[in-house]
């Protein structure tokens, strides 16, 4: 099985800091990563697919990269509304998908 | 607009059974991967279920199988999870989402284990 080991656990950060959530695979996913953001008491939004991916409509402060077994979620200056939840997640496999712990961004 | 709903969340007690239901509307359903992923209180995300656009393929988290299954039926553009045996630690908001990048997702529907 691939495991995600996402870091860090929780972050405080204040308004306008660049922050970077990494994320390491077990075992090379090639670039079949993608992150979510959740609020609380929401579902997951999917920001980034295939490692860098910016999906539509999210904004341009946010950008992924790695590939293999290194990933990176950054924000590269941080809004109000970014204090959320992050995770990664493997897809390479369909055989098994995996999230890592999670990320919890709160205001320092 | 595209959208994913969920039901058939609830109460049951322990060695129970329940059947999730997840509703896709204003997309074409049959050329997704489907998945059910969960989030117990307090939790972080669990993927538990995975089926291909024709059905014939489905994969589970070590945890449930035997005891869950996965199913579709394209033309009603709906997802199902039927669930027995269950258990406390099934306790979750359960969802459902599209494609391997899971770029769409439902509301949730919360399930309840207990007695």
């Known amino acids: 099985d691939i495991q995600m080991t996402q870091s860090p656990s929780s972050l405080s950060a204040s308004v306008g800091d660049r922050v970077t959530i990494t994320c390491r695979a077990s075992q090379s996913i090639n670039k079949y990563l993608n992150w979510y953001q959740q609020k609380p008491g929401k579902a997951p939004n999917l920001l980034i697919s295939g490692a860098s991916n910016l999906q539509s409509g999210v904004p341009s402060r946010f950008s992924g990269s790695g590939s293999g077994t290194d990933f990176s979620l950054t924000i590269s200056s941080l809004q109000p509304e970014d204090f959320a939840t992050y995770y990664c997640q493997q897809t390479y496999s369909v055989r098994m998908y995996t999230f890592g712990q999670g990320t919890k961004l709160e205001i320092k | 607009e595209e959208q994913l709903v969920e039901s058939g969340g609830g109460l049951v007690q322990p060695g129970g059974s329940l059947r999730l239901s997840c509703a896709a509307s204003e997309f074409t359903f049959n050329i997704y991967w489907l998945t059910w992923v969960r989030q117990a209180p307090g939790k972080g995300l669990e993927w538990v279920a995975n089926i291909i656009q024709d059905g014939s393929e489905k994969y589970y988290v070590d945890s449930v199988k035997g005891r869950f299954t996965i199913s579709r039926d394209n033309a009603k553009k709906s997802l199902y999870l039927q669930m027995n045996s269950l258990r406390v630690e099934d306790t979750a908001v359960y969802y459902c989402?599209?494609?391997?990048?899971?770029?769409?997702w439902g509301q949730g529907t919360l399930v309840t284990v207990s007695s």
């Open positions: 989402a599209r494609n391997r990048t899971l770029d769409l």
